[in-house]
Structures are given as structure tokens and as C-alpha cells.
């Protein structure tokens, strides 16, 4: 299970938040289901939310770092 602030890549694409596959997000909340879900906030490289999501665990990997 993921945690707070866990840094997690796309496994698919959403197209409709224009989010491509490998895309990179942090884990801002948490919602423990079931099914368990999680927020995931996407910024740019400037560090302005581009996207904020709400993902089923299948959708995500952990990238440690």
C-alpha cells in the first residue's frame, strides 16, 4: 500500500487530463476504500498542479527514490 506523499508513476494513460503513460505524480490523500483509492496531484516543473486524480491502485507504481 502507498503512502502520504509517495511518489508514484502512471501505468496508463488519462487523456482526459492529458496525463501520458510514466507520467509522475505525488500521493495527497489517501482513501481506504475498499476498493482503495488515491489522490495524486501532477505538477509541472515550475511546481504548478497540472492535474489532480483520483486513481485505483492498479493505475499507479511506486517509483522510489
Given amino acids: 500500500m502507498l503512502e502520504l506523499y509517495d511518489v508514484v508513476e502512471l501505468r496508463e494513460a488519462i487523456p482526459g487530463e492529458q496525463l501520458p503513460a510514466g507520467a509522475v505524480g ?3 490523500h489517501i482513501f481506504n476504500g475498499p476498493p482503495v483509492a488515491y ?3 501532477f ?3 515550475d511546481g504548478r498542479t497540472t492535474a ?3 486513481l485505483r491502485a ?4 511506486h517509483r522510489g527514490e
Avoid: F, G, I, L
Fill in 26 to 28: 505525488t500521493v495527497v
Fill in 52 to 54: 489532480m486524480v483520483t
Fill in 58 to 61: 492498479d493505475q499507479v507504481v
Fill in 43 to 45: 505538477a509541472d516543473v
Fill in 39 to 41: 489522490e495524486v496531484e
